[in-house]
């Protein structure tokens, strides 16, 4: 049997086949690859930056601003925590004057708002506070936002809020109202425009009256204000109208402290706010030399959305159980504000949510008997606190205390002090002033700021 022989034909199909690709088609594929390989090791430029960060400066100027008096709260006391001497630039009403600081302190009787500059040496310590009959505040800086929660609107409980202007230009903000059912529309409100060197003050029962308890908030959006509350409880009877200055809060927070309880038995109203949009849970507290440790008989506190409430502690706060209580903690499931209202037949404190302080605080002291406050501690520490009297001279030289987290300190101070500065090592924590001198005062202490920040300006790039 013989072998197929191949073709002529079919040796040309299976030479084809085994022939190389060609040139053309090799390109058509490695270029492409080369192509993305290329494009794999090529960086993106950086996009070059078009904000700055600002930088840090020596503090140069400060101001601040003592409103108007409440009836018999007529003293200033003005200080320097560096206790230089020098003249303050004032504006007292809508004319123009100084005041003198001898090793550091003065004090000066006003009953017009009072705004106080301080430049130079004397702008990094500056501290002032207005006090009298019972009453204490102490001047605030002007501020983009502030907080108040536990203002009223109603005939038995009224609250005033007035916008100071410290500079000549005019300046703007917006108040926004929270009652118990949500946000509350007060055209009134909006908008408010404040001229140079001028103050404008709303009574919160003619704008918006309301029975709810409120919580506002101030924001400016041109120029600079300080903003203040007067808050008054008169109610029906005999009994005798009271008022005082309510402290303002900085910002909501979810784990705040209230730094000041007070030890005479009153009415004692704690206020909080929830200005988110969703609901909120708030545990309570208390805060001794001690320990924290939760009341008994005190549920979780539930709000609902952008809503103010109301818990009466007047018996959680009364006992053996709060002995030795000078703070309350709140911890929330969302930011909230707060406040303690504490009321007597002749008289009315408030102690609201504070800031945390990191390294030092100063304060003017009003007369009467003084005590530092601290709770909330971040971490364990030492507390120094120092303290001179009116003719500058030292009547605490150097006071320490060791602070722990979940307990509260406290440093009593002579009653001829009149300035006092106190430093926080290897901690932070919220710390307060109280002061019994014919009624109870709160207050607050923030950060003493030194330096400012100088925003970075350049020209545009086209």
Same mark, same amino acid.
């Given at each position: 049997?013989?072998?197929?022989?191949? /073709?002529?034909?079919?040796?040309?199909?299976?030479?084809?086949? !085994?022939? !190389?690709?060609?040139?053309?088609?090799? #390109?058509?594929?490695?270029?492409?690859?080369?192509?993305?390989?290329?494009?794999?090791?090529?960086?993106?430029?950086?996009?070059?930056?078009?904000? +700055?960060?600002?930088?840090?400066?020596?503090?140069?100027?400060?101001?601040?601003?003592?409103?108007?008096?409440?009836?018999?709260? &007529?003293?200033?006391?003005?200080?320097?925590?560096? $206790?230089? =001497?020098?003249?303050?630039?004032?504006?007292?009403?809508?004319?123009?004057?100084?005041?003198?600081?001898?090793?550091?302190?003065?004090?000066?009787?006003?009953?017009?708002?009072?705004? %106080?500059?301080?430049?130079?040496? $004397?702008?990094?310590?500056?501290?002032?506070?207005?006090?009298?009959?019972?009453?204490?505040?102490?001047? &605030?800086?002007?501020?983009?936002?502030?907080?108040?929660?536990?203002?009223?609107?109603?005939?038995? +409980?009224? =609250?005033?809020?007035?916008?100071?202007?410290?500079?000549?230009?005019?300046?703007?903000?917006?108040?926004?109202?929270? *009652?118990?059912?949500? #946000?509350? *529309?007060?055209?009134? #409100?909006?908008?408010?425009?404040?001229?140079?060197?001028?103050?404008?003050?709303?009574?919160?029962?003619?704008?918006?009256?309301?029975?709810?308890?409120?919580?506002?908030?101030?924001?400016?959006?041109?120029? !600079? $204000?300080?903003?203040?509350?007067?808050?008054?409880?008169?109610?029906?009877?005999?009994?005798?109208?009271?008022?005082?200055?309510?402290?303002?809060?900085?910002?909501?927070?979810?784990?705040?402290?209230?730094?000041?309880?007070?030890?005479?038995?009153? *009415?004692?109203?704690?206020?909080?706010?929830?200005?988110?949009? =969703?609901?909120?849970?708030?545990?309570?507290?208390?805060?001794?030399?001690?320990?924290?440790?939760?009341?008994?008989?005190?549920?979780?506190?539930?709000?609902?959305?952008?809503?103010?409430?109301?818990?009466?502690?007047?018996?959680?706060?009364?006992?053996?159980?709060?002995?030795?209580?000078?703070?309350?903690?709140?911890?929330?499931?969302?930011?909230?504000?707060?406040?303690?209202?504490?009321?007597?037949?002749?008289? #009315?404190?408030?102690?609201?949510?504070?800031?945390?302080?990191?390294?030092?605080?100063?304060?003017?002291?009003?007369?009467?008997?003084?005590?530092?406050?601290?709770?909330?501690?971040?971490?364990?520490?030492? %507390?120094?606190?120092?303290?001179?009297?009116?003719?500058?001279?030292?009547?605490?030289?150097?006071?320490?205390?060791?602070?722990?987290?979940?307990?509260?300190?406290?440093?009593? $101070?002579?009653? *001829?002090?009149?300035?006092?500065?106190?430093?926080?090592?290897?901690?932070?924590?919220?710390?307060?002033?109280?002061?019994? &001198?014919?009624?109870?005062?709160?207050?607050?202490?923030?950060?003493?700021?030194? /330096?400012?920040?100088?925003? &970075? %300006?350049?020209?545009?790039?086209?």
């Amino acid at each position: 049997m013989t072998e197929p022989t191949a /073709t002529p034909g079919r040796r040309r199909v299976a030479q084809a086949t !085994r022939r !190389r690709p060609s040139a053309l088609t090799l #390109l058509a594929i490695a270029i492409p690859l080369l192509t993305v390989a290329a494009l794999g090791l090529v960086r993106p430029a950086e996009p070059r930056m078009t904000t +700055h960060a600002p930088t840090g400066a020596p503090l140069d100027r400060t101001t601040a601003v003592c409103p108007a008096r409440l009836p018999g709260a &007529d003293a200033l006391r003005l200080g320097s925590t560096d $206790l230089v =001497s020098g003249e303050l630039a004032l504006r007292v009403g809508r004319e123009d004057d100084t005041q003198d600081l001898d090793s550091g302190v003065a004090a000066r009787t006003e009953r017009e708002p009072v705004v %106080v500059n301080g430049t130079g040496d $004397l702008a990094p310590g500056l501290v002032a506070t207005r006090s009298g009959a019972g009453s204490a505040v102490r001047c &605030d800086q002007p501020a983009p936002e502030r907080w108040f929660t536990g203002v009223g609107a109603s005939a038995e +409980h009224s =609250s005033t809020l007035t916008l100071t202007n410290p500079d000549k230009g005019p300046a703007v903000a917006d108040v926004t109202v929270w *009652d118990g059912s949500g #946000l509350v *529309d007060v055209p009134a #409100l909006r908008g408010v425009r404040v001229p140079g060197g001028r103050s404008a003050s709303f009574d919160l029962s003619e704008v918006t009256p309301n029975r709810d308890a409120l919580a506002i908030r101030v924001t400016v959006s041109r120029g !600079r $204000l300080a903003s203040s509350v007067v808050d008054l409880v008169d109610p029906l009877g005999r009994a005798k109208p009271v008022r005082e200055w309510l402290p303002a809060q900085a910002a909501p927070a979810a784990t705040s402290y209230v730094v000041g309880v007070g030890a005479t038995p009153s *009415d004692r109203t704690l206020t909080l706010a929830n200005p988110g949009d =969703s609901e909120v849970r708030v545990g309570l507290k208390l805060v001794s030399g001690d320990s924290e440790f939760a009341p008994s008989g005190v549920e979780e506190i539930t709000l609902a959305p952008a809503s103010v409430s109301e818990v009466d502690l007047g018996g959680v706060l009364r006992g053996k159980n709060a002995a030795g209580v000078q703070a309350l903690r709140l911890e929330a499931t969302g930011p909230v504000t707060a406040s303690l209202r504490s009321r007597t037949e002749s008289d #009315l404190s408030f102690s609201v949510v504070g800031t945390t302080v990191n390294t030092e605080a100063g304060v003017a002291l009003p007369a009467g008997v003084k005590r530092i406050l601290l709770a909330g501690a971040t971490a364990p520490g030492v %507390v120094t606190v120092q303290a001179w009297d009116e003719d500058g001279e030292t009547v605490v030289r150097e006071r320490r205390v060791e602070v722990d987290p979940a307990t509260s300190a406290r440093v009593n $101070l002579p009653n *001829d002090a009149v300035l006092a500065l106190v430093r926080l090592e290897r901690t932070g924590a919220v710390v307060s002033v109280e002061v019994s &001198d014919k009624g109870l005062s709160m207050l607050p202490l923030e950060q003493l700021e030194t /330096t400012s920040q100088v925003p &970075d %300006v350049r020209p545009a790039q086209r």
